[in-house]
């Protein structure tokens, strides 16, 4: 790099920020979509002792084909899938409760199944989410005891921090972009007055 004039140092500078803006930005995108993903990654999974769950939320009236895990966007009827991906998990009874642990008690149950045998590995629930905040899905297995696990979500989240994360992340990218085209721009207006 001793070697290189400064319009190549900088040239090499802009190429090193573009690529790394570009990987960022497709990693930060690769991390919020939920699709393909080892299990051990995937923020929906569970391990109730050593088998594994999956927990899945869907509101097609708002959006088709939309999986939510962590954060259900609106508040309404919601669809809560639990995935009971292990075999022996198919073979022994399983419950699953929704809870709103912040409502009174008397009302903090909102769907809650009788221990069954899920065969093909599947509980469906329809939830009715009726205002946002925290809540909680409850899967119980009845395996000689009572096993459990729980996962938290939250219904209509405030957005503000993603918003301003991506508004600092764009300004961040036009801010390296700007200097990358400006410093080539502006180091030939210095050596036209240096030459006047």
């Excluded at 009174?104 to 946002?132: R, T, W």
């Excluded at 390296?176 to 036209?192: A, D, E, H, K």
Aim: proline share 5%.
């Amino acid at each position: 790099m001793c070697n290189l004039g400064r319009r190549q140092r900088l040239q090499l500078l802009g190429v090193i920020i573009l690529l790394v803006s570009a990987a960022w930005f497709g990693s930060t995108s690769k991390a919020w979509a939920h699709g393909d993903m080892a299990i051990e990654e995937d923020a929906c999974a569970r391990f109730l002792g050593r088998q594994i769950i999956h927990f899945s939320a869907y509101q097609p009236q708002h959006e088709k084909g939309a999986q939510y895990c962590n954060e259900i966007p609106k508040v309404g009827d919601t669809i809560v899938v639990v995935d009971l991906y292990n075999q022996r998990l198919r073979e022994v009874p399983v419950t699953l409760r929704i809870i709103d642990p912040n409502a009174p008690e008397e009302n903090q149950v909102l769907f809650a199944s009788k221990p069954k045998i899920y065969k093909h590995g599947v509980i469906e629930a329809n939830a009715p989410f009726d205002h946002s905040g925290i809540y909680q899905a409850v899967v119980t297995i009845f395996d000689g005891g009572e096993q459990s696990g729980s996962l938290n979500f939250r219904v209509e989240p405030d957005k503000t921090l993603a918003y301003v994360s991506s508004a600092l992340m764009y300004a961040i990218f036009l801010g390296l972009l700007g200097l990358l085209i400006g410093m080539p721009i502006w180091r030939m207006i210095q050596r036209r007055r240096e030459r006047a």
